[in-house]
């Protein structure tokens, strides 16, 4: 089985924070995703990366950075935390070459932002 | 205009209804995929379609390429059914979602 982990599932920090979610999985996956999700929007990309030290920007990159060292480990950093950061953030990845761009995803890290 | 649109986005059903989630969407899909997601946070895959219907124990997902429309269904709901289901499609190089059904089965 695919196994996607993420390094917290609840994390509080405070305003002006660095922040890192770490995201690994064990299946050799070339890409590999973070998104954020907030009720009534849906999940939304921040980033991805198709491989190492490869990032691209997804719809809301804002306020973040990516780290992609290794090909199993995928970190998402907030460089000074806002409250308007408050939110699910979700980990995926997935193999290249299928047309079905099927993702697996992680449990998920509720990060609060006081 | 969203390029997936979920319809309804709350439903609230008492145990053992036949519930039906709507997904409509607008650009040219390789594949259709409905999603769970707990309470918790993990979302898991229930089903992937490119044409036609599958079934899964009280699952059930269609699809109609013509239409751009897919629809799930769970019969003989329970309340371990709550859940959001999201709808994604395959679509100019990665998924794009909806924004989700939010179900809620009452005993």
């Known amino acids: 089985d695919v196994k996607v982990t993420q390094s917290s599932r609840y994390l509080v920090k405070r305003t002006g924070e660095k922040v890192f979610l770490e995201c690994v999985q064990d299946m050799d996956h070339e890409n590999m995703f973070w998104y954020r999700q907030d009720p009534g929007l849906g999940l939304r990309l921040i980033y991805f990366s198709y491989d190492v030290k490869m990032k691209e920007k997804g719809d809301i990159p804002e306020g973040y950075s990516v780290s992609r060292e290794k090909k199993e480990r995928f970190s998402l950093i907030l460089e000074s935390a806002s409250t308007n950061q408050t939110s699910m953030y979700l980990c995926?990845?997935?193999?290249?070459?299928?047309?079905?761009?099927?993702?697996?995803f992680g449990p998920g890290t509720r990060l609060t932002v006081t | 205009k969203n390029e997936v649109e979920q319809s309804p986005q709350n439903l609230t059903a008492q145990e053992g209804e036949f519930i039906t989630i709507n997904c409509s969407y607008s650009v040219g899909i390789s594949a259709l995929h409905w999603l769970q997601q707990h309470p918790g946070g993990g979302i898991v895959s229930l089903f992937m379609l490119s044409s036609g219907k599958k079934k899964h124990g009280r699952l059930i997902a269609t699809i109609n390429i013509q239409e751009k429309h897919s629809s799930l269904h769970i019969t003989a709901s329970h309340p371990r059914d709550s859940a959001v289901y999201i709808c994604?499609?395959?679509?100019?190089?990665?998924?794009?979602f909806g924004k989700g059904t939010k179900l809620s089965v009452k005993p």
């Open positions: 994604a499609v395959a679509s100019q190089g990665n998924l794009i």
């Open positions: 995926a990845s997935r193999r290249t070459g299928l047309s079905s761009y099927e993702q697996y």
